[in-house]
């Protein structure tokens, strides 16, 4: 029998055969994203593969369309606002529940990752009847607040499992040193834990840059980019969104490679 993963000898057939099953899934769930970008770069006018022809209209078309640019702006600005409301936010509350000792800490932990398990639209019709209330249905502050709840279960659960791996005697040791709680967890803790916080704050960012349905039921005439291609898409399909679905791409592989490049090699501040 052949064995397989040292260096020098075959593969096994098995393994040949799970590695090519395993590629033609990839080609298969990425191959959309290569299709949309010649679509994005057609001629035609409608959404068509593969094009007739190739031009520049539809980035013009976009580039020159003041609403097509207010919802990239708005999809922007809110997105940065609930990174960094949930970054803090979320990051406060992991420290609660991994370093706390109080009563119903397991029940604060149920409720911070409950987004994640109660279905997008009951949450936007909950938020839709609170939000009524206090008069903030058109606000784009309101799809901030709405967005900073649905993002905060990554932050608390990527920074909480960081927090629980990391080497406390790290920060006893800055106390013993002089150092009070705050100055050992600003210069030890979150440092050592850089990368869970950047990873955190990616992952809020793109749960509100790329979310809808919130934003249909918070946004009023506050027109996300997701709204926008939503409504794009339901009354008249052009390259446009095609355009926009390139520029989301490249936004989010460029944030994912400033993740990578920031969030690595932390060490404590000396």
């Known amino acids: 029998m052949v064995v397989s993963g040292r260096p020098g000898r075959p593969l096994a057939p098995g393994r040949k055969l799970l590695i090519a099953y395993c590629v033609l899934v990839m080609v298969f769930l990425l191959l959309p994203l290569a299709i949309v970008f010649p679509i994005s770069f057609s001629s035609a006018q409608s959404l068509q593969f593969p094009p007739p022809g190739y031009s520049l209209r539809w980035y013009r078309t976009y580039v020159n369309d003041p609403v097509w640019m207010a919802a990239t702006?708005?999809?922007?600005?809110?997105?940065?606002?609930?990174?960094?409301?949930?970054?803090?936010?979320?990051?406060?509350?992991?420290?609660?529940?991994?370093?706390?000792?109080?009563?119903?800490?397991?029940?604060?932990?149920?409720?911070?990752?409950?987004?994640?398990?109660?279905?997008?639209?009951?949450?936007?019709?909950a938020v839709y009847g609170l939000f009524a209330g206090f008069k903030m249905i058109g606000l784009w502050q309101g799809i901030v607040l709405g967005h900073t709840v649905h993002a905060l279960p990554f932050v608390v659960m990527i920074v909480g499992a960081a927090l629980r791996t990391f080497d406390a005697t790290q920060e006893q040791a800055a106390e013993?040193?002089?150092?009070?709680?705050?100055?050992?967890?600003?210069?030890?803790?979150?440092?050592?834990?850089?990368?869970?916080?950047?990873?955190?704050?990616?992952?809020?960012?793109?749960?509100?840059?790329?979310?809808?349905?919130?934003?249909?039921?918070?946004?009023?005439?506050?027109?996300?980019?997701?709204?926008?291609?939503?409504?794009?898409?339901?009354?008249?399909?052009?390259?446009?969104?095609?355009?926009?679905?390139?520029?989301?791409?490249?936004?989010?592989?460029?944030?994912?490679?400033?993740?990578?490049?920031?969030?690595?090699?932390?060490?404590?501040?000396?």
């Open 73 to 125: 702006w708005r999809s922007l600005i809110i997105a940065l606002w609930t990174t960094a409301l949930a970054t803090v936010l979320g990051t406060l509350l992991a420290f609660s529940i991994v370093r706390g000792n109080y009563p119903g800490k397991a029940i604060v932990n149920q409720i911070a990752t409950a987004p994640l398990i109660v279905p997008t639209i009951i949450y936007s019709i």
């Open 176 to 270: 013993g040193l002089g150092a009070s709680k705050l100055q050992a967890i600003r210069r030890v803790t979150l440092p050592q834990i850089r990368p869970a916080l950047i990873s955190a704050a990616f992952l809020a960012f793109i749960s509100s840059f790329d979310e809808l349905v919130i934003a249909m039921f918070l946004g009023g005439s506050n027109v996300t980019l997701p709204k926008k291609m939503f409504d794009n898409i339901t009354m008249e399909i052009e390259p446009t969104v095609a355009v926009v679905s390139v520029l989301q791409i490249v936004l989010v592989s460029l944030v994912l490679m400033l993740a990578a490049r920031f969030g690595a090699g932390a060490r404590p501040v000396t």
